[in-house]
């Protein structure tokens, strides 16, 4: 019968293999932790400003409305960004363009708890959105780029519930 393999990652001695593997090794595995990291947060973020909507309107006494146009700018921004980090992987690293996507959301999302004029929120979220775009794409390619075609599917299936998990805890 078949038995399916466990996970790598639930092995109590995964850590002692990681720790003795070659430095390459270890490179790769924070590597995937990272990126697994990323793509959890970028998940959760994107999660985080329909459920804060309540609070949101009570804070800056925002109506539905302008609520709506927030979340809307933000989404509008994510899907209009996706193809230019797309295309600007052609050009540099994706390992660069994600530190930079990075950067560049968590600085602007500093910005967003500083500021509390709607007009101000409209153009922060819409740059958010533009940022966050580039997490879960670059992630993907990078993960092509270190794991074995044989074990993508186990990897693609790790992102893709770590990322799930964390946007159903928000």
């Known amino acids: 019968p ?3 393999k466990p996970w790598p990652c639930c092995d109590p001695a995964f850590a002692r293999v990681v720790a003795m593997a ?3 090794q270890r490179s790769t595995a924070l590597t995937k932790g ?4 990323a793509c959890a947060v970028d998940a959760a973020d994107k999660a985080l400003l329909p459920a804060t909507f309540k609070s949101l309107d009570e804070e800056l006494h925002l109506g539905p409305t302008k609520l709506a146009a927030l979340s809307f700018a933000e ?9 230019l980090w797309g295309s600007l992987m052609r050009y540099h690293s994706a390992r660069n363009l994600m530190v930079a996507g990075c950067l560049w959301w968590g600085v602007l999302t500093f910005f ?3 500021f509390v004029h709607y007009e101000t929120q409209l153009v922060l979220r ?12 670059l992630g993907q390619a990078m ?3 270190i794991v074995p075609p044989h074990r993508r599917g186990a990897a693609f299936g790790m992102l893709q519930s ?4 964390s946007a159903m805890l928000v």
């Open 126 to 137: 819409l740059l958010v959105g533009a940022a966050l775009a580039s997490v879960n794409p």
């Open 112 to 114: 967003l708890a500083a």
């Open 75 to 83: 989404g509008l921004a994510f899907s209009l960004a996706l193809p």
């Open 2 to 4: 078949f038995q399916p």
């Open 22 to 24: 070659p430095p390459c």
């Open 143 to 145: 993960l092509c780029d």
């Open 34 to 37: 990272v990126i697994l990291l």
């Open 162 to 165: 770590v990322s799930m998990g």
